[in-house]
């Protein structure tokens, strides 16, 4: 009798951990058993406006991101389980709020990313999209003043889309 208690104790403990949902914090819904590595490509600026150290740091976002919230080992090789590339297509100044006196009081950077994430073991879950952020200042401050903090917040935001889209699956 207490043979069958313990075999049934340990069957049900068994069967109930099996049941558990499995979360991961970091965001990414990635099966380790089947993604090993990724490419990452340039995204050279294709915009009208360029500001030469956009590519850079978005580059850097969104690779560092990549490689803080997942185990996927970047190469440079197309033989890669998953490569993604683009180009950042869009550089906008826009005046957004109009002051008593007829002039732009709020002007709103915006930064375009067209991004291609290629799955090469499952073709279907492949993606292509463009995706915008965007930062609003003060007309009165010059771009060139505040250009380097919008654009560090701007490709945060860039890669925080990019990543929840393709690797967080989202």
């Not at 970047?74 to 826009?94: F, H, K, P, Q």
């Not at 609003?136 to 505040?146: G, I």
Request: include cysteine.
């Amino acid at each position: 009798m207490r043979r069958i208690a313990i075999i049934l104790i340990v069957a049900a403990t068994a069967l109930a951990q099996s049941c558990i949902p499995k979360y991961t914090f970091n965001g990414a819904s990635i099966d380790y058993s089947k993604y090993k590595t990724l490419s990452f490509s340039d995204f050279p600026i294709r915009a009208a406006l360029v500001y030469p150290p956009l590519q850079q740091l978005f580059e850097n976002k969104l690779l560092d991101m990549i490689q803080q919230q997942t185990r996927l080992r970047v190469i440079d090789s197309a033989n890669s389980d998953l490569r993604m590339e683009g180009e950042i297509t869009g550089y906008n100044l826009t005046p957004q709020a109009v002051g008593e006196d007829a002039y732009a009081s709020q002007t709103r950077l915006t930064v375009t990313v067209h991004v291609r994430y290629i799955d090469n073991k499952n073709p279907n879950l492949s993606k292509e999209q463009s995706f915008s952020a965007y930062r609003d200042f003060s007309a009165s401050e010059m771009l060139t003043d505040v250009q380097d903090e919008l654009c560090n917040q701007i490709c945060k935001d860039l890669a925080d889309l990019i990543f929840n889209a393709t690797l967080g699956d989202w």
